[in-house]
T-cell receptor
């Protein structure tokens, strides 16, 4: 079974500083990886996703993530953080659909990293 | 487009009461999902519906039932609420049930069971 680990529960950065949020996954086959962001009181919004090809993926709001198979990692980065980036960030791995059983695909989420931005 | 909508936004129940959480999407998506979010545990899948007319259990289905009323609507029912069901519930939808599909989330329902 797949799993996702986000080792940092809470991170604080200053506005304008760079950001890196860590994500490690465990999955037996080629992983399909996602980063979602959840603003306070809101649902989750997709930032970016990786399926194949270029290991550096660009997303919305100036975020990017790099897939490193050798390290089983998919870390999220932003060169300069804005106060509006304060939110909770979730990494997720997608499991392929079991065609034979007709079951739907599933996302397995990490426990999240809460980002605080100081002015 | 409203995307994914959920009602109610907040609800307080007493132990043993029942209620239904409503979810609707206007994106013509085939697949819909119910998750619960608990502190320190991320999101866990309760039930999902790969397509209209089908439903399947997720990771934590006990104490819940679902109905895929039509292509747009997917409801979650708690027949006899328990304090352990205090959580934030999210509905999501995706075009298909492929793992590559982006899931779009509703704003959530915050449920407290006393």
């Amino acid at each position: 079974a797949q799993s996702v680990t986000q080792p940092d529960i809470h991170i604080t950065v200053s506005e304008g500083a760079s950001l890196e949020l860590r994500c490690n996954y465990s999955y037996g086959a080629t992983p399909y990886l996602f980063w979602y962001v959840q603003s306070p009181g809101q649902g989750l919004q997709l930032l970016l996703k990786y399926f194949s090809g270029d290991t550096l993926v660009q997303g919305i709001k100036g975020f990017e993530a790099e897939f490193k198979r050798s390290q089983s990692s998919f870390n999220l980065r932003k060169p300069s953080v804005h106060w509006s980036d304060a939110a909770e960030y979730f990494c997720a791995v997608g499991a392929p659909r079991a065609v034979s059983t007709g079951t739907a695909s599933k996302l397995t989420f990490g426990t999240g990293t809460r980002l605080q931005v100081t002015l | 487009n409203a995307g994914v909508t959920q009602t109610p936004k907040f609800q307080v129940l007493k132990t043993g009461q029942s209620m239904t959480l409503q979810c609707a999407q206007d994106m013509n998506h085939n697949s819909m999902y119910w998750y619960r979010q608990d502190p320190g545990m991320g999101l866990r899948l309760i039930y999902y519906s790969a397509s209209e007319g089908t439903t399947d259990k997720g990771e934590v289905p006990n104490g819940y039932n679902v109905s895929r009323l039509n292509k747009r609507e997917f409801s979650l029912r708690l027949e006899s609420a328990a304090p352990s069901q205090t959580s934030v519930y999210f509905c999501a939808s995706s075009a298909f049930s492929a793992f590559t599909d982006t899931q779009y989330f509703g704003p959530g329902t915050r449920l407290t069971v006393l």
